[in-house]
């Protein structure tokens, strides 16, 4: 499932998911995505994004700027190269 949400944040779409989704990504609720716990909460953060432009455009870019410099191939395989080598 995080691998779907990263996909989202690099395509740079603003994204509503539950906590468990977002395990081991770090990111924070408001300013890369939002992150709901129930239905209502779910339904109220999507109702939320089609109804404010600015902030859907916001986490977008945030999101994409986060997973271009965190989670990216290079970025990622330069780490278990570091590991690997140690």
């Not at 779409?13 to 924070?28: D, N, R, S, Y």
């Not at 609720?29 to 209502?40: A, F, I, K, M, P």
Request: hydrophobic letters at 40%; a neutral charge.
């Amino acid at each position: 499932m995080q691998n779907k949400v990263l996909e989202a944040m690099a395509m740079e779409k603003a994204v509503v998911t539950t906590p468990k989704a977002v395990e081991g990504i770090q990111v924070q609720h408001n300013e890369h995505l939002l992150v709901e716990d129930s239905s209502q909460g779910f339904s109220r953060a999507v109702c939320r994004l089609l109804n404010d432009d600015r902030l859907r455009n916001e986490l977008g870019a945030r999101a994409r700027k986060l997973v271009t410099a965190n989670y990216d191939w290079p970025t990622n395989m330069k780490k278990l190269e570091d590991l690997l080598q140690a």
